[in-house]
């Protein structure tokens, strides 16, 4: 005759009665049946053993213990996330302003080329009234702009201008290297729209505190050479 089944829950509500000993032979017979197939079963009764031998104050210690210690774990873990995240915002604002400090020194042309290093030569006037000369930087850095600024004295000056990181000049051209042209009427329209100003009564390149003369009301200009009026002449 099979014996009937008995769950583990049923089990272990007679667990205490077989530990205490105060259970019927047959409902012993029973427990140590099914423990002796069940190590779940036979686990929880080693565990009411332990702690019978240990004594209950000892065992609530030790929940406690355990209780405590899983909550330190848990704000461990909690804080290593939170630092984790703070320093990956860190590391991401960091490198955010260091790209872009770097793209403006390097892009923003916020620097004027000292006069020392720039070679002003062959200046005359071309033969449709144009100013025309040739500047080389010699340090071998590029220029990537050049601003204009007409003071209200009739001072016009043109600015090359350059990142504060500077670069090298890749190629024997550019702004760095060329010949440049000025039409005094067209830039005195562009910065006197209403003619109440002087009128432009000189030509510098450079700014007011550093600069070399390109031309002066009542100079005598020289004709320009076939090489500028050939480099300008497509731009007229």
Same mark, same amino acid.
């Given at each position: 005759?099979?014996?009937?089944?008995?769950?583990?829950?049923?089990?272990?509500? $007679?667990?205490?009665?077989?530990?205490?000993?105060? !259970?019927?032979?047959?409902?012993?017979?029973?427990? +140590?049946?099914?423990?002796?197939? !069940?190590?779940?079963?036979?686990?929880?009764? +080693?565990?009411?053993?332990?702690?019978?031998?240990?004594?209950?104050?000892?065992?609530? +210690?030790?929940?406690?213990?355990?209780?405590?210690?899983?909550?330190?774990? &848990?704000?461990?873990?909690?804080?290593?996330?939170? &630092?984790?995240?703070?320093? $990956?915002?860190?590391?991401?604002?960091? !490198?955010?302003?260091?790209?872009?400090?770097?793209?403006?020194?390097?892009?923003?042309?916020?620097?004027?080329?000292?006069?020392?290093?720039?070679?002003?030569?062959?200046?005359?006037?071309?033969?449709n009234g144009t100013i025309a000369y040739h500047v080389k930087m010699t340090d071998g850095y590029n220029v990537k702009q050049v601003s204009y600024h007409l003071d209200e004295n009739g001072n016009f000056y043109m600015t090359p201008l350059r990142p504060v990181i500077k670069s090298k000049a890749f190629a024997d051209i550019g702004l760095a290297n060329t010949y440049y042209w000025i039409n005094l009427d067209e830039q005195k329209a562009n910065h006197d729209p209403d003619g109440t100003g002087a009128g432009i009564q000189a030509v510098y390149l450079g700014t007011p505190e550093d600069h070399i003369l390109i031309w002066k009301r009542g100079m005598t200009m020289p004709p320009a050479s076939e090489t500028a009026e050939e480099q300008l002449a497509p731009i007229e």
């Open positions: 005759m099979n014996k009937p089944f008995i769950s583990c829950q049923v089990i272990q509500d $007679l667990l205490p009665l077989y530990h205490d000993d105060v !259970c019927s032979p047959d409902t012993r017979e029973l427990v +140590e049946g099914h423990i002796e197939l !069940c190590p779940d079963c036979r686990s929880v009764l +080693e565990k009411m053993k332990e702690n019978l031998m240990l004594g209950p104050e000892v065992a609530r +210690e030790q929940q406690t213990q355990a209780s405590s210690l899983r909550r330190i774990a &848990a704000y461990w873990n909690r804080s290593k996330a939170v &630092a984790f995240i703070k320093g $990956l915002s860190i590391a991401t604002v960091v !490198c955010g302003l260091l790209i872009g400090g770097y793209l403006l020194l390097t892009g923003w042309n916020i620097r004027s080329v000292p006069t020392k290093v720039i070679e002003v030569t062959d200046v005359g006037q071309m033969k």
